[in-house]
């Protein structure tokens, strides 16, 4: 799922922005359950990926990733406390075919390039509120320097995501295009499902201002994952 507004789900994370963006456009309800719930796992055991599910920390045949954020959280030390009183938890979901394609929801571009990447998400969703005349044009571009690195640009920062050879964001770096927050996260990875895919993620945010001592704030990110 950033140094951002968390009611603007598209800049909490995943690489970079692009997970909360897509969550803008689709925000569903989710119930909550038991640690097992967070995960359907499939009968396959042969390792697939593409570069869209890669984007999105994942491998194997993925059909839909439902993702809960809780942001008000404390870790301890055998535990983390978890407070849905003050900020409740966004949860989003996501879909991909059975060649590994993420689905764009029917409000959303999405262009890749010759190797078949996503280089390019807009959100082209009417302006129903009239707050500006013709579409929202939320715009983020990415540059994949590797398979473990890739740079976002869109929205007003520009962020830097490191991924391990797992497909796990192992931290990720936000500059303002402008004056604002630095931002810098680190995770933690706590669960995963029998597939290898991660189930549960601790994430260190630092936030820091220029002159001003950093910030640091705590997440917790819960994935049910179904495969085809």
Not at 110 to 137: A, S
Request: proline share 4%; glycine share 6%; charged share 25%.
């Amino acid at each position: 799922m950033l140094s951002f507004n968390i009611n603007t789900p598209i800049l909490r994370m995943i690489p970079g922005l692009l997970f909360l963006a897509l969550a803008t456009s689709c925000i569903d309800s989710h119930g909550s359950g038991s640690d097992d719930a967070w995960t359907t796992a499939d009968d396959g055991d042969e390792l697939f990926e593409t570069s869209d599910l890669s984007l999105f920390e994942l491998r194997h045949r993925v059909k839909r990733v439902t993702t809960t954020t809780f942001y008000n959280v404390t870790p301890g030390p055998d535990s983390v406390a978890i407070d849905t009183t003050a900020v409740k938890p966004l949860v989003t979901t996501v879909y991909f075919d059975q060649l590994g394609h993420y689905v764009p929801r029917r409000d959303e571009r999405v262009k890749r390039d010759e190797w078949g990447r996503i280089i390019r998400w807009e959100d082209r969703r009417p302006n129903l509120r009239r707050l500006h005349g013709g579409f929202l044009k939320d715009t983020l571009t990415y540059r994949h320097d590797s398979p473990n690195v890739v740079r976002t640009s869109g929205m007003g920062d520009y962020a830097v995501t490191v991924y391990d050879d797992h497909r796990r964001v192992v931290g990720q770096y936000t500059d303002p295009l402008a004056d604002g927050e630095h931002t810098a996260v680190f995770n933690l990875y706590r669960k995963e499902d029998r597939r290898g895919n991660w189930t549960e993620r601790l994430s260190v945010w630092t936030t820091q201002t220029t002159g001003a001592r950093p910030h640091v704030s705590y997440s917790l990110d819960r994935r049910e994952i179904t495969y085809y």
